[in-house]
């Protein structure tokens, strides 16, 4: 029998994890880099990563990360 694997969403803004059927947002994560620009081209800069914020914690920065929303539940 295959062995399940265990997702779990840790929330970037509050650093606990999002429980199943709790609210939350997607958002994809991209790295701050000294040339990064909110107007840059999808195709100047790669996300890093695709993650879940509970939807009160969403930020659109946080530290050297900027947070673009993809899905706010709705």
């Given amino acids: 029998m295959p062995e ?11 650093g606990n994890p999002i429980a199943p ?9 991209y ?5 990064f620009s909110l ?10 990563a695709e993650r879940r914020f509970h939807v009160e914690h969403f930020r659109g ?3 050297h990360y900027f947070y673009e929303l ?3 539940g709705s």
């Fill in 31 to 35: 790295e701050v880099a000294a040339d």
């Fill in 4 to 14: 399940r694997s265990i997702v779990v969403y840790q929330c970037p803004g509050c």
């Fill in 39 to 48: 107007h840059m081209k999808r195709h100047d800069v790669a996300a890093r």
């Fill in 70 to 72: 993809v899905d706010d």
């Fill in 61 to 63: 920065r946080i530290g």
């Fill in 21 to 29: 059927g709790e609210d939350y947002v997607s958002a994809r994560e």
